[in-house]
């Protein structure tokens, strides 16, 4: 449809079987949750968000003449023909109470018992005796192919809710399908555990009836349901239902073999719904060959006379009956069970099976075959009843399976592109379209896979739609048709964007704007780029729904209280009144009184101190400009002067400071303050420091006497290991020469009581060759012996108290004697040493009389 002139396009309408051209493309609005979905069979569906005041608000259920019509419409339909007697329901009372009781109390109940055993005709049984036990009445449900609980609840929605073009979203379906109360009757469900856990807790006001066969996954032990276990018939009954089906009496002979039947079947219904169709079989065959006992045979007669009697089926043919009984069937009937074979076992509506078989009365051929107990009726379909495929398979039916899957497609391709052809008729035709599309060639499926799809999304059923999707996109890469490739990516993005699944729609609409580029599809292009931009806008909504954005700025804050900013300054300043600094150079600070004590000072006092009690002038005037200068932190009102100074004693902070919130400067900071990752604690503030004490000032000199003190020892240590080096024995040392003259130690003195006694006298030490550079430490004196000072330093100001001993070591001359035996032998140093004289370097006139 041209969008823009409002005609149709002859080139974008699909041709019909005989070349001419179809009816316009069916286009359908639906409303799927916050979006509104338009499905074009042509370019692809669009999809836009709803419009704000467009809600269709709450559905309404619906009543009780609806839900009859629904009932309707969920069974089997009315099959041409002659009807097929209905099969009594034999031994199953006890069972039927117990569940109606069961579900009466709003308990929900998992029967299980094997295929053929008769859950379908017991739950018919029940939905009749459970009406009006619930406001939304019976549910009938079909759960074959279902292996979401998801699919069922929207089935659900769909049944009780009038929801013509109108798909929930999750969130709505689960607040819709809570509120349903109703007896649900559920066959043949596929699943079990968790996700049978799921579909109980979304409908708490249900009741439901699961019928599943034993190989399906049990529930979960959290699952509060009660098991009804459905086993085979009794003697009894398989006699009384065989007779049933044939219409007579049995026969000894036919007894015994009902016996032994019961025995290899462990007396399953359908079995025995079989075996009454072979008797039956048996006995139109006998009584024609009575008939033509009768007549005389013709002369041109091609068929051969039959036996007389057809004698009673063996027992393999009767456990496993399904090729005998088609051998006995119409020709019609053989070609639907083909068919059937080929489409998995899915049996066609009977409405197409003249156009699939090419008989015009082919659509009777269902009710023959059911009645054989070759079918068995599933939801509002048929198929082929347990075991019944694989004997057929078996029997050379499943040979021509890819010719009738073919066909099979070709015909569903045109049918559903018929636009006489509503979507709830397609719907009903999901499994056979399904299975006719897994068995075609690619050509059919890409062909068949276009025209279903849209019909599969106007009738909301997405499960389906979703498969054929899939299914046509495979297709249409093998066969290389990169238009229709492009059309399924493109739909299954905008599937995946109905459905929520932002990353699988963004893939799939990419690729199929790249396919439509490549192919100059202008207005398939411009469909995708729409689709495209709404995942966009939904991954920045659900992006700021899941964090909020960053704040990069501060955020607001309430006023702090004032604080005190550091403790020296709050605790040891106190508030002084504000003087003005003209008048201070005249009157000056007020005085402190005689004996008073002047304020504690600490460290904050090196820069201002208050002036001495008593003083004035200009110095006093220059403390108080200073004491001005010095601004309190925390505001108080001003204190009137007085005449007398008060003492400043410190005064501890009431309450810590509070921490004012920091500006974040980098990304990762402000994303840490606007998303903590756990309520951070606020650190207990540090104590306030204590007042410094006077100790405090002192400290550093005491420092400063140890470190000189350490250095005077370590030099002691050092002059006495290094003299004791040289006193050692290996050290080589020239021989001491005898003495008559003996040369006493020169005895430590004092230091005078004047303070201006004379150099100590140093040996005399031969000369030593004059080195430039700088003055390097002398040798270390010999134990025992002042050591003597170097001529740079001058001699101690303080005379000695006694006077020092005349005439007994010989005066110091230029010239050094040779080492005697109370003299060590000189240390050779770098530094040259001059012996000073004494009268030169001494200027005391005291010191130097007694020279």
């Known amino acids: 449809m041209d969008r823009t002139e409002k005609q149709a396009d002859p080139q974008e309408q699909p041709a019909g079987p005989s070349g001419t051209a179809a009816a316009p493309a069916r286009i359908v609005t639906l409303t799927a949750g916050e979006f509104v979905l338009t499905v074009n069979p042509v370019d692809g569906s669009e999809i836009e968000p709803r419009r704000p005041g467009t809600d269709t608000g709450r559905p309404a259920k619906r009543g009780a003449a609806a839900r009859r019509a629904r009932d309707e419409a969920a069974r089997p339909p009315v099959l041409p023909g ?10 199953r009372t006890e069972e039927r109470d117990r569940l109606v009781r069961l579900l009466g109390r709003g308990r929900s109940v998992r029967l299980t018992g094997p295929s053929g055993s008769g859950r379908t005709a017991l739950l018919d049984t029940v939905a009749a005796h459970c009406e009006g036990l619930a406001p939304d009445g019976v549910v009938r449900l079909s759960g074959r192919g279902c292996q979401h609980p998801q699919e069922l609840l929207y089935a659900l929605y769909a049944t009780v809710y009038e929801s013509a073009e109108v798909r929930p979203d999750r969130i709505g379906l689960l607040a819709r399908v809570r509120d349903i109360g109703a007896v649900v009757l559920l066959d043949d469900l596929e699943f079990g555990g968790t996700a049978l856990d799921e579909l109980l807790r979304a409908t708490p006001e249900c009741a439901y009836l699961l019928a599943a066969a034993p190989d399906t996954r049990g529930p979960s032990d959290d699952a509060h349901l009660e098991e009804v276990f459905l086993g085979g018939l009794g003697k009894a009954d398989c006699v009384e239902l065989l007779e049933s089906g044939l219409g007579r009496p049995l026969t000894d002979a036919e007894t015994a073999w009902a016996a032994d039947l019961r025995f290899a079947s462990e007396g399953l219904p359908l079995r025995f719904v079989q ?7 048996r006995d139109e065959i006998n009584a024609a060959a009575e008939d033509d006992d009768e007549d005389e045979p013709g002369v041109f007669e091609e068929r051969p006379r039959e036996a007389a009697e057809v004698p009673l089926p063996t027992l393999a043919e009767g456990a496993a009956p399904a090729a005998l009984l088609a051998s006995r069937v119409s020709e019609s009937a053989r070609a639907a069970l083909r068919i059937a074979c080929a489409l998995g076992g899915e049996m066609p509506h009977h409405a197409h099976l003249p156009a699939l078989v090419g008989d015009t009365h082919a659509d009777t051929a269902v009710a023959e075959l059911l ?13 082929l009843a347990a075991g019944v495929a694989r004997q057929l398979e078996e029997a050379g039916y499943g040979d021509s399976a890819p010719e009738e899957a073919r066909t099979a497609a070709r015909h569903y391709a045109w049918w559903t592109g018929h636009t006489s052809v509503t979507p709830e008729r397609v719907a009903a035709e999901t499994d056979a379209v399904l299975a006719a599309l897994a068995g075609a060639d690619v050509v059919a499926a890409v062909l068949l896979a276009r025209t279903a799809a849209p019909a599969f999304a106007a009738s909301l059923r997405w499960d389906a739609w979703e498969r054929v999707l899939r299914a046509g996109s495979e297709a249409a890469r093998k066969a290389g048709e990169v238009a229709e490739q492009a059309y399924f990516h493109h739909e299954l993005g905008v599937l995946a964007l109905c459905e929520g699944r932002l990353d699988r729609a963004r893939a799939e609409l990419e690729a199929s704007i790249g ?37 990069l700025e501060a955020p607001p804050t309430s006023p ?10 709050s605790s040891v300043l106190p508030a002084l009144p504000a003087l003005p600094a003209a008048p201070a150079a005249a009157t000056g600070p007020t005085p402190l009184a005689a004996g008073e004590p002047a304020a504690a000072a600490g460290p904050a006092d090196t820069t201002a101190k208050l002036p001495p009690a008593g003083s004035t002038g200009p110095q006093a005037a220059a403390a108080a400009a200073a004491v001005t200068r010095v601004a309190p932190v925390t505001p108080v009102a001003p204190v009137a002067p007085t005449a007398s100074a ?31 990752a756990a309520p951070k604690q606020t650190p ?5 420091a204590a007042p410094a004490r006077r100790s405090d000032r002192r400290r550093p000199a005491l420092l400063a006497v140890a470190g000189v003190l350490t250095v005077v020892a370590l030099g002691t240590a050092v002059s006495l290991a290094m003299g004791g080096s040289a006193d050692s024995p290996e050290a080589p040392a020239p021989a001491p020469s005898r003495s008559t003259t003996s040369n006493p130690l020169i005895p430590q003195k004092g230091p005078s009581p004047s303070g201006n006694d004379p150099a100590p006298e140093p040996p005399a030490a031969p000369e030593t060759p004059t080195q430039a550079g700088p003055p390097e430490p002398t040798a270390a004196p010999t134990p025992g012996r002042t050591p003597g000072r170097t001529p740079s330093q001058r001699p101690p ?15 110091p001359t230029e010239t050094s004697p040779a080492p005697s035996q109370s003299e060590p032998p000189p240390v050779p140093s770098e530094t040259p040493e001059v012996t000073p004289t004494v009268p030169a370097t001494n200027t005391n006139p005291v010191s130097a009389s007694a020279t």
């Not at 702090?560 to 300054?569: I, K, M, T």
């Not at 009431?654 to 998303?675: E, I, K, N, Y």
């Open 371 to 383: 009645g054989c107990g070759l079918l068995t009726p599933v939801g509002s379909r048929y198929r």
């Open 797 to 811: 100001s303080t005379p000695s108290k006694s006077p020092t001993p005349q005439t007994s070591s010989p005066k």
């Open 515 to 551: 396919l439509r580029g490549a192919l100059a599809d202008k207005r398939g292009t411009v469909a995708g780029r729409r689709a495209l931009a709404l995942v966009t806008d939904q991954e920045s909504a659900a992006a700021g729904a899941a964090s909020p954005p960053l704040r």
């Open 275 to 281: 075996a009454a169709a072979l008797l039956r079989r």
């Open 684 to 688: 207990a503030p540090a104590p306030a």
């Open 560 to 569: 702090a209280p004032p604080v005190s900013p550091a403790p020296l300054a």
């Open 646 to 676: 008060v003492p400043v004693t410190p005064v501890e902070p009431a309450s810590p400071g509070v921490r004012r919130p920091q500006t974040p400067t980098t990304l990762s900071q402000a994303f840490a303050d606007a998303f903590p």
């Open 82 to 91: 002659p009807p097929v007697p209905a099969t009594p329901l034999l031994e």
